[in-house]
């Protein structure tokens, strides 16, 4: 009899995407007909658009509303106490998760809340596995990465012109654009600008940034002849798909750059106060990945006070167009 399984991950984009190695390792271990549920937010949740792996999304939009005024959370417990499930697994630490987990219906509760978990990894999706490796092997836990599944490219290809493996992807934004202060994450638009001028001309460069975010391009305009313009013209999903299909993509430190590793796009990473080795695009057997970066003796410094200090954000300011054309020139990217 086929295994039940509920997960719940409502972080931010790549948080999501980190924890997709558990769908594989599920599979794996107790079969490809485990039955997976997730809850997560309703935008992240279209992540799972095209992916058969998953059964049914709880979207979860408000977090912090208790259960008995929730009306999303108490479908779930409905849910479970119609069929429970098997496993529940829990990746959320914050205490407004708890009485869902307890009121939820399984067999077996894994992860924050249920067990002590002990964190002794670095990266972050290593750090999820902690988090579920009470019931999964060894050897299928080394088996299982990040992985997500795109939806048809034609369509796209033909509504924007786009040849696979015959363009680069450009993700100039990152989900603190809007934050008021220094975004320590970020790359100057002086810096994309000119990296935008000096790629080939006969390189066909694609932008990309979510919907509400083109305030933060204007700054980048007008756009060479070479440039396909999608900044919040596409879904979550097609997003996918667009990089998935790419030569390779181009970000900071943000949910793009964790897309092309799951997809195993190559990506080139721009990585200033933030510790790539915990929260960068994670590395496999069937990635590329590129971090570059200053390296500077005070990185990283995400969120002390040497960052908070350094109101030139030097580690990116001083991070130049030149050294990222370098890398793409080194992987034979154009």
Known sequence: MSKKVLIIRCGALGDLVYATSVIDALKLEFGEDTIIDFVTTPINATLFKYD?????????????????????????????????????????MG??????????????????????????????????????????????????????????????????????????????????NKKKGINYR????????????????????????????????????PYNENIIDLVGKISIPEMISVIE???????????????????????????????AEQTGPYKTPNNKVIIINKNLPCSPCYKTQTMYDCKENICMTELSEELVLEKLKEENIF
């Open 245 to 275: 299909n790419s030569k390779a993509l181009v970000s900071t430190d943000t949910g793009t750059s964790h897309v092309a590793s799951a997809v195993n796009t190559p990506v080139f990473c721009l990585v200033g106060p933030t510790p």
């Open 52 to 92: 058969n792996r998953v059964n049914k999304i709880f979207p979860l939009k408000h977090k912090k509303i208790p259960v008995i005024l929730s009306s999303q959370k108490k479908e779930i417990i409905s849910s479970s106490k119609k069929q429970a499930y098997d496993i529940l697994i829990n990746f959320e």
């Open 186 to 221: 970020a790359w100057p638009h002086k810096r994309w600008k000119a990296l935008l001028e000096k790629l080939p001309k006969n390189e066909k460069l694609v932008l990309i940034g979510a919907k509400g975010e083109e305030h933060f391009f204007e700054p980048l305009k």
């Open 95 to 176: 205490k407004q998760f708890k009485s869902l987990i307890e009121k939820t219906k399984a067999k077996k509760k894994i992860g924050w809340f249920n067990e002590d978990i002990k964190v002794t990894k670095t990266h972050m999706v290593e750090i999820c596995k902690e988090f579920y490796q009470s019931i999964i092997s060894p050897s299928n836990l080394e088996k299982s990465f990040p992985k997500l599944i795109a939806g048809n490219f034609f369509e796209l290809a033909k509504k924007f012109s786009l040849q696979t493996k015959n363009y680069l992807v450009i993700s100039p934004s990152n989900s603190h």
